[in-house]
Nanobody, 119 residues
């Protein structure tokens, strides 16, 4: 069992930066692939970035060159550094942990943190 708690959201002006954190409790954080998703009002939840247990990262095209995902296994934490923020980045951002199981994948979600980009 893994519990995830996001933090770092808030209100920022266009062009500004924020760093989101997702702290995980439980064991074996280092074996999980970690994800950041976001969901804007009236839209489906979308994948923003992911980082594997080995440190390989992938970003959605909409955030490439602006967002960076990273992890600190010693602190059981994954981060999302968001630069050059745009109003369209406004959403609730969620953290997810996933690892394969014998019959199905284990997935855990955080409660989300609100990011609002507005002048």
């Amino acid at each position: 069992q893994v519990q995830l708690v996001e933090s770092g959201g808030g209100l920022v002006q266009p062009g500004g930066s924020l760093r989101l954190s997702c702290a995980a409790s439980g064991s074996q954080f280092n074996v999980y692939t970690m994800y950041w998703y976001r969901q804007a009002p009236g839209k489906q939840r979308e994948l923003v970035a992911r980082i594997t247990s080995g440190g390989t990262t992938n970003n959605a095209d909409s955030v490439k060159g602006r967002f960076t995902i990273s992890r600190d296994n010693a602190k059981n934490t994954v981060y999302l550094q968001m630069n050059s923020l745009k109003p369209e980045d406004t959403a609730v951002y969620y953290c997810k942990a996933s690892r394969p199981g014998v019959l199905y994948d284990y997935e855990y979600w955080g409660q989300g943190t609100q990011v609002t980009v507005s002048s």
